[in-house]
C-alpha cells in the first residue's frame, strides 16, 4: 500500500523550499528547493517556476494535501483574466513609504489604524503599495480587478494547473498583514482599500485555518496557506511564553496570543495566526545580511565573523551599530542607512567591528521582544531561528541580551514543515493541527548582567542621538 503523504512549501523572498512530510509525525521524507530572483519587485510567473523546479522529479508522488506558506505583505495585482498588470511589489520594497505617512495622517493617526486593522502602515503592508500603484501608475491601476497576496496566488497556480481553481482564497493569517483586513472583526474594510486606491478592488476570501479551498485533478486536496512567519509558528508549534526570533532575510519577533494587541506605536503588528488565535509580531528589514556585511567589510566569510566576533569582549569595546543596511521597518526608517558609533583608536579593531555587528543585528530584535512583553505577551523562552541562527557568536550574545533561555530548535524549514502541518489538518481534519515533534539542537540559559544592559543602552542612545528615536 503507498504511503499517505502531505507537501508544503515556502516560498520566500529567496527561493522556493518544498518538504514532503508524514501526516501523523510531521516526518520529512523528501525535500526540494530552487531560487527566486533577487530584487523588491518580481513577475509572480518566477515563483511558479521555481515551484516547478524544486517539485521535479516526482517529488510530489503519493502528496494528498498541500499548502503554500508565502512571503507576506507582497502586492500581486490582477486584471479581469487573473493576469498579473506588473511585477510584484515585495514586502522589502520601501518605495511606498511616502504613501504610508500620507494614509497614517488621512485616517487621523497611528491610532486609529490600529483600532481598525491592528497595525500602522508602513511600506511592507499591501495597503501602502496599492496607494502607489493609484498615484504612480494609474494606466496599470486602472486594469486591477483582484489584489492578492504572494502565498494567496502560488495557491491558485497550483489550482489553476490541476484545474480545480473556484476562487482566490487566503487565511486569516497573512490576510492580517494587508491593513485592509481586521483580526479584530475578521472581515475586510473596504473603506480603507477604497482610500488607499480609489475604489475597491477584488479580495481573496478569507478561508478557514484547516479547510480544503480545492482539489486538483489528481485528487491533491489544496488547505489555505498562510504567511510565512504563521507558517513558521505552526511548523514550530509554539506555545504560550514562547517567543520566535527569526534571524533570515528579515528579521521578525513574534509570539502566540490569545487576543489582538493593540501598539500605537506601531512596532508591533497585531497579526492573526493560522490556527486560529492571534500572533503579534514586530519586523525589521536587516537581519542576516547584516552579518554577510560584516564579514564582507573585513575580508572573511561568516566562520571568520564568528572567530572575530568571539574574540572579543562584550560590548565590542564601546562599538555600537545600528544596522539599518537596507534602511529599516522597524524602527520606521525607510531612507536610514547603517551607524557606526563609538569608534576610537583604542576599539578599531576587526574584532570589535565583528563583534558590534552580531550585537547591533541583535539588539533590534531584543527591542522587539520587549515590545512584545509590554503588551502582554508572555517570554518564558526565546527560540532562534533562520539562517544567522547557526552563527556562534550569535548564539553567545543571545543568552546576554535576551535574558532568558534561548532554544536553537532543529535546523528545518520550518515554514515549508507549517505550511505541510496545515495540510495535514485539511486532511485529517479536527479542532487543531495534528501534533508534531521539533527537536531541539541547543539551549542555553540566559545571563543577563551589566555587559548586556550596557550594549542595549548605548544602541538605544545611538538611536536617540542619529535619528531621535
Same mark, same amino acid.
Given at each position: 500500500?503507498?504511503?499517505?503523504?502531505?507537501?508544503?512549501?515556502?516560498?520566500?523572498?529567496? /527561493?522556493?523550499?518544498?518538504?514532503?512530510?508524514?501526516?501523523?509525525?510531521?516526518?520529512?521524507?523528501?525535500?526540494?528547493?530552487?531560487?527566486?530572483?533577487?530584487?523588491?519587485? $518580481?513577475?509572480?510567473?518566477?515563483?511558479?517556476?521555481?515551484?516547478?523546479?524544486?517539485?521535479?522529479?516526482?517529488?510530489?508522488?503519493?502528496?494528498?494535501?498541500?499548502?503554500?506558506?508565502?512571503?507576506?505583505?507582497?502586492?500581486?495585482?490582477?486584471?479581469?483574466?487573473?493576469?498579473?498588470?506588473?511585477?510584484?511589489?515585495?514586502?522589502?520594497?520601501?518605495? /511606498?513609504?511616502?504613501?504610508?505617512?500620507?494614509?497614517?495622517?488621512?485616517?487621523?493617526?497611528?491610532?486609529?489604524?490600529?483600532?481598525?486593522?491592528?497595525?500602522?502602515?508602513?511600506?511592507?503592508?499591501?495597503?501602502?503599495?496599492?496607494?502607489?500603484?493609484?498615484?504612480?501608475?494609474?494606466?496599470?491601476?486602472?486594469?486591477?480587478?483582484?489584489?492578492?497576496?504572494?502565498?494567496?496566488?502560488?495557491?491558485?497556480?497550483?489550482?489553476?494547473?490541476?484545474?480545480?481553481?473556484?476562487?482566490?482564497?487566503?487565511?486569516?493569517?497573512?490576510?492580517?498583514?494587508?491593513?485592509?483586513?481586521?483580526?479584530?472583526?475578521?472581515?475586510?474594510?473596504?473603506?480603507?482599500?477604497?482610500?488607499?486606491?480609489?475604489?475597491?478592488?477584488?479580495?481573496?476570501?478569507?478561508?478557514?485555518?484547516?479547510?480544503?479551498? +480545492?482539489?486538483?485533478?489528481?485528487?491533491?486536496?489544496?488547505? #489555505?496557506?498562510?504567511?510565512?512567519?504563521?507558517?513558521?509558528?505552526?511548523?514550530?508549534?509554539?506555545?504560550?511564553?514562547?517567543?520566535?526570533?527569526?534571524?533570515?532575510?528579515?528579521?521578525?519577533?513574534?509570539?502566540?496570543?490569545?487576543?489582538?494587541?493593540?501598539?500605537?506605536?506601531?512596532?508591533?503588528?497585531?497579526?492573526?495566526?493560522?490556527?486560529?488565535?492571534?500572533?503579534?509580531?514586530?519586523?525589521?528589514?536587516?537581519?542576516?545580511?547584516?552579518?554577510?556585511?560584516?564579514?564582507?567589510?573585513?575580508?572573511?566569510?561568516?566562520?571568520?565573523?564568528?572567530?572575530?566576533?568571539?574574540?572579543?569582549?562584550?560590548?565590542?569595546?564601546?562599538?555600537?551599530?545600528?544596522?539599518?543596511?537596507?534602511?529599516?521597518?522597524?524602527?520606521?526608517?525607510?531612507?536610514?542607512? +547603517?551607524?557606526?558609533?563609538?569608534?576610537?583608536?583604542?576599539?578599531?579593531?576587526?574584532?570589535?567591528?565583528?563583534?558590534?555587528?552580531?550585537?547591533?543585528?541583535?539588539?533590534?530584535?531584543?527591542?522587539?521582544?520587549? /515590545?512584545?512583553?509590554?503588551?502582554?505577551?508572555?517570554?518564558?523562552?526565546?527560540?532562534?531561528?533562520? +539562517?544567522?541562527?547557526?552563527?556562534?557568536? $550569535?548564539?553567545?550574545?543571545?543568552?546576554?541580551?535576551?535574558?532568558?533561555?534561548?532554544?536553537?530548535?532543529?535546523?528545518?524549514?520550518?515554514?515549508?514543515?507549517?505550511?505541510?502541518?496545515?495540510?495535514?489538518?485539511?486532511?485529517?481534519?479536527?479542532?487543531?493541527?495534528?501534533?508534531?515533534?521539533?527537536?531541539?539542537?541547543?539551549?542555553?540559559?540566559?545571563? #543577563?548582567?551589566?555587559?548586556?544592559?550596557?550594549?542595549?543602552?548605548?544602541?538605544?542612545?545611538?538611536?536617540?542621538?542619529?535619528?531621535?528615536?
Amino acid at each position: 500500500m503507498s504511503r499517505t503523504l502531505v507537501a508544503g512549501v515556502d516560498s520566500s523572498t529567496q /527561493s522556493t523550499k518544498v518538504v514532503v512530510c508524514d501526516p501523523d509525525t510531521g516526518e520529512v521524507v523528501r525535500s526540494g528547493r530552487a531560487p527566486h530572483p533577487d530584487g523588491t519587485e $518580481v513577475d509572480p510567473q518566477r515563483w511558479w517556476d521555481a515551484y516547478r523546479a524544486a517539485t521535479a522529479d516526482g517529488l510530489l508522488e503519493g502528496v494528498s494535501a498541500i499548502a503554500v506558506g508565502g512571503q507576506q505583505h507582497g502586492m500581486c495585482a490582477l486584471d479581469e483574466k487573473g493576469d498579473v498588470v506588473r511585477d510584484a511589489l515585495l514586502w522589502n520594497d520601501t518605495r /511606498s513609504a511616502g504613501s504610508a505617512a500620507e494614509l497614517v495622517a488621512e485616517l487621523g493617526g497611528p491610532t486609529a489604524w490600529v483600532e481598525a486593522v491592528g497595525l500602522v502602515p508602513v511600506a511592507s503592508f499591501t495597503v501602502t503599495k496599492l496607494r502607489w500603484l493609484a498615484e504612480h501608475e494609474p494606466d496599470r491601476a486602472a486594469r486591477v480587478r483582484d489584489v492578492v497576496l504572494p502565498h494567496d496566488w502560488m495557491t491558485g497556480r497550483i489550482l489553476k494547473e490541476g484545474n480545480g481553481f473556484r476562487e482566490w482564497t487566503t487565511d486569516r493569517g497573512d490576510a492580517s498583514g494587508t491593513g485592509y483586513w481586521s483580526p479584530i472583526t475578521g472581515e475586510y474594510r473596504p473603506d480603507l482599500l477604497e482610500r488607499a486606491f480609489g475604489r475597491v478592488v477584488g479580495t481573496p476570501r478569507v478561508a478557514a485555518p484547516s479547510e480544503v479551498v +480545492g482539489e486538483t485533478d489528481t485528487g491533491v486536496l489544496v488547505a #489555505p496557506g498562510t504567511g510565512d512567519n504563521m507558517a513558521a509558528a505552526l511548523g514550530l508549534g509554539i506555545q504560550p511564553g514562547d517567543v520566535v526570533v527569526s534571524l533570515g532575510t528579515s528579521g521578525a519577533v513574534f509570539g502566540e496570543h490569545s487576543t489582538p494587541v493593540f501598539d500605537t506605536g506601531g512596532d508591533v503588528a497585531s497579526f492573526a495566526s493560522a490556527a486560529g488565535d492571534h500572533l503579534p509580531l514586530m519586523c525589521t528589514l536587516n537581519a542576516a545580511r547584516v552579518l554577510t556585511a560584516a564579514a564582507r567589510m573585513l575580508g572573511t566569510d561568516l566562520a571568520g565573523l564568528d572567530t572575530l566576533a568571539l574574540a572579543a569582549e562584550p560590548g565590542a569595546g564601546g562599538l555600537t551599530l545600528l544596522p539599518y543596511l537596507d534602511g529599516e521597518r522597524t524602527p520606521n526608517l525607510p531612507d536610514a542607512t +547603517g551607524t557606526l558609533g563609538g569608534l576610537t583608536r583604542a576599539n578599531a579593531t576587526p574584532e570589535n567591528l565583528a563583534r558590534a555587528a552580531v550585537e547591533g543585528m541583535l539588539c533590534n530584535l531584543v527591542a522587539g521582544v520587549g /515590545s512584545l512583553t509590554r503588551l502582554g505577551v508572555q517570554a518564558r523562552r526565546v527560540l532562534l531561528i533562520g +539562517g544567522a541562527s547557526a552563527s556562534q557568536a $550569535v548564539r553567545a550574545v543571545a543568552p546576554m541580551l535576551f535574558g532568558v533561555p534561548v532554544v536553537v530548535p532543529r535546523p528545518g524549514e520550518y515554514v515549508a514543515v507549517g505550511a505541510a502541518r496545515q495540510a495535514a489538518w485539511a486532511l485529517r481534519g479536527g479542532d487543531a493541527p495534528p501534533v508534531w515533534a521539533v527537536g531541539t539542537e541547543s539551549e542555553y540559559d540566559p545571563h #543577563p548582567g551589566p555587559e548586556g544592559s550596557e550594549v542595549t543602552s548605548r544602541y538605544a542612545a545611538l538611536l536617540r542621538t542619529v535619528h531621535g528615536r
